[in-house]
Each structure stands twice: as C-alpha cells, then as structure tokens.
C-alpha cells in the first residue's frame, strides 16, 4: 500500500460531521467532558476549527493528552437482574475526542483501505453484510479440506473480549503500518493504551484510586 499512508489529520467537516450524528445521551468521561458540549461546538465553524487543532496537535506529535490517559470503566448486565461477576460486560468509557480520532483513523481510513486492497481475510466474519452461519460453514469447509488432504491440523476458539489493551504493541505497530497508518498516529493510539490510568464507576460513584501502567512497565 504504498504512498497511501495516512497522516493522521483530522479535518473540520469529519468533527461536525461526527459529532452532529452522535448520541447526546452517551455517558461521559473521566474529565467529565459530555458529548452536548462537542455536539454544540459541532454547530460553529470556530470552535469546530479549534477543537479539531487540538486534536491534530497532540496526535501528529504522537503524545496523548494527559486527560486521554484516563478512562472510566463501567460493568452493564448481559441478563437484566444478574450481577455476577462472570455476567457482566466491561466497557471502556474514553475521551469523546479520543475516541473520534481512534474511529476515523482506525476504523474508517484504515478499513477503508484494507477493503480497496483486499487485506480483510475472507475468514473475519465480524463484518458489516455478514451473519453468523457465514462463519460456521467456512469452519466447516476448512475441516472438510483437512480431511480430504489428510493433513495434520487444529482449530482454537478464543475468545478475546476486554484484550485490547493486552495486544503485543511491536507486532501491533507493524500491521498498522503495513496498512498505511501514520506513525504518529499509532504512537498516539498505543502511549494511551501503555499509560492509561483505569477508574471504576459504579452505583456509589467513580473509585478516587485508579489502576494502570506507564510507558516503563
């Protein structure tokens, strides 16, 4: 994919954009930073100029913001009325302009062109336009070519949910490049993971002691 990397710049129109189609309702951040407050600087072209500049400004130097490195994380119910630990979902409460930059990036340009040059594996079935079945006859007709060849094979079933901030970061590094995104764009992305400070929020409040690491450790 060469000559087709991506800068990482975020553009005025892609703010308002975004930010007139999200959800008022979301939940904030640790900052306390709700996305009404984004949604009405979405509405002016200034203050759409100049949160935009805020956001290029960090990331082209690959260095997060310091209210970046903090997120909220927040267990809901998978069965309404069952509060075991082992039947909650873990979701990750970032930034609002963090994670606008992580979906531009990430899940657009670089979706976007992975799609253009055919990288996106027949077998990854979690794709818009595709249903679970889709998956399980490709399993079915793997195991069915092992057969017929008689080859020496194995399959495993892992489940990596609430393992995204344990993803190897070199390795990660290098297929992000390989798809065209900037440097700066992924050191942006991984010194949040490496140095994010993780707060609790639950039905008394956001814990005051969070947990985490740093670039060192």
């Not at 979690?126 to 069915?144: E, H, N, P, Q, T």
Request: glycine share 8%; net charge positive; proline share 3%.
């Amino acid at each position: 994919m060469e000559g087709e990397n991506d800068d990482g710049w975020l553009t005025v129109p892609e703010f308002q954009d975004y930010w007139k189609k999200a959800k008022e309702r979301t939940s904030s951040s640790y900052s306390g930073r709700h996305f009404g407050h984004y949604k009405a600087a979405s509405k002016d072209d200034f203050l759409s100029a100049l949160h935009t500049g805020n956001i290029n400004l960090a990331t082209h130097r690959g260095r997060p913001l310091d209210r970046w490195r903090k997120g909220v994380t927040v267990l809901l119910e998978k069965e309404p009325g069952n509060c075991f630990i082992d039947k909650l979902r873990a979701i990750l409460l970032l930034e609002g302009d963090l994670n606008q930059f992580l979906k531009e990036v990430f899940a657009r340009r670089m979706m976007r062109r992975m799609r253009a040059a055919s990288m996106v594996p027949v077998e990854q079935i979690a794709a818009k336009g595709k249903v679970c079945v889709d998956g399980a006859m490709l399993k079915r007709l793997y195991y069915d070519g092992v057969n017929i060849t008689h080859r020496n094979s194995s399959c495993n079933s892992v489940d990596a949910a609430n393992c995204y901030d344990a993803v190897n970061h070199p390795l990660c590094s290098l297929s992000l490049r390989a798809t065209g995104v900037g440097q700066s764009s992924i050191n942006t992305y991984l010194r949040s993971l490496q140095s994010m400070e993780y707060f609790l929020r639950t039905g008394y409040g956001v814990s005051d002691n969070p947990h985490g690491g740093s670039e060192d450790n």
